[in-house]
């Protein structure tokens, strides 16, 4: 260390270097002397961090970050987080987390440095509606597969596709003649098993309609194309601050939408996208993509003909990621606006 316990009242900045028992601090004064640099248990921290006056804290955006940005909020320091891979590069030599403290209260002084939002209780609870879903459409899928799987063994095959599996899944029930009846006894819990998920699955599902229902910037979303419940609630969710983005571009960026760049002496080589950023949105946003164009027929706005133009000379899944970056700077326009999408004529 290089001072006391009794200097704290001179500490500017913290780095604090999560866990989930033992912490580590790195405590700084106003010319970046170091006044802290120790271990610190879990049940320590608060009393730590009360005995402080208001200070800037920083912390990487990771598991328990929001808890403790709202806890140490609570006591008057003003909580930054910030992407680990951006914290990364503040790193000396050998990683620890004394290291990882110490690059964290460098880091968090850098103007240009990127920020992270502090979420809210119930913002964190839609979100983690959202990938309570995404698990057991995961579980769903995986059980559906198990089930083609199995009656191939026996010879009995279908299709590709989930409403060919559920077919599959229906002649078990069903007790159908095709299939042997210790094959059908072993394979009766994966059916039972796939009823229950996809109850539960529409049980997420009235839950998000009913809160995106009550929610105007939600609303909002759900009047561009491909985008709907599910996907309006998830992006108003995630993204609680567009002002934080300078551009359209950069939110495109941001859900890893834009090509990968690899640019030196003034040539530009753009590569395929990053896929960077937030895989759930982007996920999403390329699925109600593959909605839009699977249903242009029937529409002339200035967007699906865009689409249909680009169909003639490049991939449909080409197309569908170049539409869903186009839906993303959409979002952010609506986002940025607090008006609806309004569709212009392809004329």
Not at 7 to 32: I, M, N, R, Y
Not at 69 to 84: C, I, K, N, S
Request: glycine content about 8%; overall charge positive.
């Amino acid at each position: 260390m290089g001072k006391t316990i009794t200097d704290l009242s001179v500490v500017t900045t913290v780095g604090l270097d999560l866990a989930k028992h033992v912490f580590q601090v790195h405590a700084v004064d106003a010319e970046g002397r170091v006044v802290v640099a120790r271990a610190l248990r879990r049940k320590d921290v608060t009393g730590f961090f009360a005995a402080l006056r208001p200070c800037l804290v920083g912390m990487e955006a990771c598991g328990s970050a929001h808890h403790w940005a709202r806890t140490l909020g609570a006591l008057g320091h003003d909580v930054r987080l910030m992407p680990p891979v951006y914290v990364k590069a503040y790193v000396r030599r050998q990683k620890n987390d004394a290291a990882d403290a110490a690059a964290i209260c460098e880091a968090v002084t850098r103007p240009s440095m990127r920020f992270v939002p502090i979420r809210s209780v119930e913002n964190q609870a839609m979100l983690m509606r959202h990938r309570v879903r995404e698990l057991l459409v995961g579980q769903r899928t995986q059980l559906l597969n198990a089930i083609r799987g199995h009656l191939g063994e026996v010879g009995i095959i279908a299709a590709q596709g989930a409403p060919h599996a559920r077919a599959l899944a229906a002649l078990v029930v069903a007790s159908d003649t095709s299939i042997p009846e210790p094959v059908r006894v072993a394979l009766l819990p994966l059916v039972a098993q796939l009823a229950n998920l996809d109850a539960e699955i529409a049980r997420v599902d009235r839950a998000i309609k009913a809160l995106a229902s009550a929610d105007d910037k939600v609303r909002r979303l759900m009047t561009i194309p491909g985008i709907g419940p599910i996907t309006a609630s998830a992006i108003a969710a995630s993204v609680t601050e567009p002002a934080a983005f300078a551009c359209a571009r950069e939110f495109a960026a941001f859900l890893g939408l834009t090509p990968r760049q690899h640019s030196s002496g003034g040539k530009e080589r753009l590569g395929r996208i990053s896929k960077m950023g937030n895989r759930y949105l982007r996920t999403l946003l390329v699925v109600g993509a593959h909605a839009v164009l699977y249903h242009r027929n029937g529409h002339d706005d200035a967007l699906r003909s865009w689409a249909r133009k680009l169909l003639g000379t490049k991939p449909f899944k080409l197309v569908a990621v170049a539409l869903a970056n186009k839906l993303a700077r959409i979002v952010f326009a609506v986002l940025r606006s607090g008006t609806g999408y309004q569709a212009r004529s392809a004329a």
